[in-house]
């Protein structure tokens, strides 16, 4: 258990590994995850080590595979998480690496590009398809009758402007319209503007009509779907439609090539509707072979991670090691527990096995004065509560460890503060759920950052439960509600007998107080927890608020104490008697001084003051205040002891002198130890 309680004792090591055994030997101490390598070329550039071409090398494999990835996170197909830990690939094996994953993007790459062009070809041909059916209504609607009168008929859409284009005002024959146009497509959301800009432009010379494509149409480079109008332009002259077409350039606006006579659109449109056929089962075609590349990638990507991941890992640190003038042995330096030196050294006996090497690997403890790494060893229960400590720092080599007290501390005080017997069961339960089902919910490998968070921290909410479970049953509070389990302790009947209570008392008077002094009011302290009778109480706050601000205060002053007294095991484990003179006892005089005196202060007015003298109990606040002011001039709070004012005077006079045993002594026998070193 001694490990538990302060920090792995730790050594510096010297690893001599042959050149051809030090990848093995490398991927073994990283799969036991036990030591720590320092950096032998500080002053080396890392784009000057020796093995950064395999590191590159692993890079971009790296990219390659999250390129892979996206591709299958976008055609939402589930990535298989087996839960495997596949073995390092061998240095050999990096090359068919190379070139699978090179396949994959190359085929990949090729399928988009050609689906890309495939969608935008389609894309055009889906959008003529629409011009042709549009404009086709558009040229029914304005074909003229003989004798047709604008003037007569201006409601029309296609009369707006007749007169001014300087056409006719009615028609000899049927005719259409006698102007040139153009026609495209455009987003739909662009349209208002559009029409604007073209009437400024062209000072109202032109007549434009548009319609809506139902369907939204696919982008063929971003693959969202957009909605789009068809729109055909009428005008005269080649100016206007230099015009019109730069207007449609900046929108963005496709423009397509459509045919003057009815009978030519049919045509075209036949000729469209067939190459969409004929695009569409290309598409299906191209889609079908895409999915079959990224279902066979998923299979494996989540194993490719990991072997590209820990082959750069190894390369990294062998990148760390300083290599021997016989270019035959790398020496590395690590940091490991000397409890697990045994295990490292079977390790390296394993990666020399694994290399096909015959010269064994050496591991040769070395003296250093160094301060070695501070490592705590963690499982599943303690590992996030040591998460908790070291959020607030890690502490130096061979430190208390103070996690394995949080185990306690930081969930109880936790229900002091919120304790509630209905939050602490649902707290247990969904806690409970947890643990019970951990080995499913680690299977699953969830990508929820925020139930990942939860999950880690499934035995803290266990027993953040169970205390507040525990202190719920102790404040009697059940969802903000009290239980009644035992029944009151207190009675009313004892006060209509012996304090002349009435009837008419109880009409007239809204608010009465029982009184725990007359006999059989108050029946002696409840079973457990607080009487529920409190919970009816018109001073029930102030009850409840007093009590659980001395428990906290109390607690909380322990557990100062308590950290302090931790203090001490730790200058007595390093040998420093200074810290302990200067540092510890100043510490534990100043505050048992002010804040022990306080918790002595509380349990004393609980014990010295009953029912018949409570209304006489002085304010512990006041006289706190009073302490440090010096003032005791007061005499409507009256003393809680004899000898109360001179023992409080001594008692801050005290505390007063340890600000300066702890804040200036220690620093003046440093510097005066550091002057006697400079002149020896």
Avoid at 273 to 292: C, K, Y
Avoid at 598 to 624: G, N, Q
């Amino acid at each position: 258990m001694g490990e538990l309680f302060r920090s792995e004792e730790m050594t510096l090591a010297q690893l001599f590994l042959q050149s051809e055994a030090a990848y093995c030997c490398v991927s073994e101490l990283g799969e036991l995850g036990k030591v720590q390598f320092r950096d032998l070329n500080p002053d080396v550039n890392v784009f000057h080590r020796k093995f950064v071409n395999e590191v590159r090398r692993c890079e971009e494999m790296d990219r390659k595979l999250r390129f892979v990835e996206k591709e299958i996170k976008k055609a939402n197909i589930p990535i298989m998480d087996t839960g495997e830990n596949p073995e390092v690939p061998f240095p050999r094996d990096m090359i068919d690496l190379e070139a699978n994953f090179e396949k994959i993007e190359n085929e990949l790459k090729e399928i988009n590009t050609n689906q890309e062009a495939l969608k935008r070809n389609f894309l055009e041909l889906t959008e003529l398809k629409f011009i042709l059916r549009k404009t086709q209504q558009f040229f029914d609607e304005v074909r003229i009758p003989v004798g047709f009168q604008c003037s007569a008929n201006p409601q029309l859409p296609w009369c707006a402007g007749w007169e001014a284009l300087g056409w006719p005002s009615a028609a000899p024959q049927a005719v259409l319209f006698p102007c040139r146009f153009v026609a495209g497509v455009i987003n739909r959301e662009r349209i208002p503007t559009f029409e604007r800009m073209l009437w400024r432009v062209c000072r109202g010379n032109v007549f434009l009509r548009q319609a809506e494509i139902e369907n939204p149409l696919e982008d063929p480079v971003t693959g969202d779907y957009v909605h789009k109008s068809v729109f055909i332009i009428f005008f005269q002259g080649d100016q206007l439609k230099n015009r019109v077409k730069k207007i449609c350039e900046g929108f963005r606006a496709s423009l397509y090539p459509c045919p003057e006579t009815p009978q030519e659109r049919k045509e075209m449109a036949s000729g469209v509707n067939t190459r969409i056929d004929d695009l569409q089962m290309v598409l299906n075609q191209t889609e079908d072979h895409r999915q079959r590349v990224l279902q066979a990638a998923a299979k494996n990507i989540r194993v490719w991670f990991i072997k590209v991941r820990k082959m750069k890992a190894i390369y990294h640190t062998l990148n760390l090691c300083n290599i021997d003038v016989t270019q035959k042995c790398l020496i590395a330096e690590v940091w490991c527990p000397v409890a697990d030196l045994d295990s490292i050294q079977f390790a390296l006996r394993r990666g020399t096995e694994h290399s096909g090497s015959t010269v064994p690997s050496i591991l040769n403890r070395m003296q250093t004065n160094q301060t070695p790494p501070t490592y705590n060893k963690t499982n599943k229960f303690t590992s996030g509560f040591q998460n908790i400590v070291d959020a607030y720092g890690i502490g130096t080599y061979r430190e208390i460890n103070p996690a394995p007290y949080t185990i306690i501390t930081f969930p109880f005080l936790f229900a002091v503060m919120f304790g509630d017997f209905g939050h602490g069961i649902l707290m247990t339960l969904i806690a409970v759920w947890m643990v019970v089902r951990e080995s499913r919910i680690l299977s699953q490998k969830s990508d929820n950052e925020m139930f990942n968070m939860v999950f880690s921290g499934r035995y803290i909410i266990l027993l953040m439960g169970l205390f507040s479970t525990y202190t719920g049953l102790i404040y009697n509070d059940c969802f903000s509600k009290s239980l009644n389990m035992f029944g009151s302790s207190w009675s009313v009947r004892p006060m209509f007998n012996k304090a002349n209570w009435s009837d008419a008392l109880l009409e007239t008077t809204p608010l009465l107080q029982l009184d725990p002094a007359i006999p059989g009011v108050f029946g002696g302290p409840y079973p457990f927890g607080i009487d529920p009778i409190w919970n009816i109480a018109s001073n029930k706050l102030a009850f409840l608020n007093s009590f659980k601000m001395k428990m906290s205060v109390i607690l909380g002053i322990f557990q100062m104490l308590f950290g302090v007294a931790l203090s001490l095991l730790n200058h007595i484990y390093f040998k420093k008697p200074l810290n302990i003179y200067l540092g510890f006892i100043p510490e534990m005089i100043f505050m048992s001084s002010l804040f022990g005196y306080l918790v002595i202060l509380i349990f004393y007015k609980w014990t010295a003051y009953d029912a018949h003298t409570s209304k006489e109990a002085p304010s512990l606040l006041i006289h706190f205040i009073n302490m440090f002011l010096f003032s005791y001039e007061d005499t409507s709070n009256k003393m809680l002891y004899s000898g109360q004012k001179g023992l409080q005077c001594f008692l801050v006079v005290v505390a007063l002198l340890c600000v300066p045993w702890m804040l200036v002594a220690k620093p003046l026998v440093l510097r005066q130890q550091y002057l006697r070193r400079k002149h020896l």
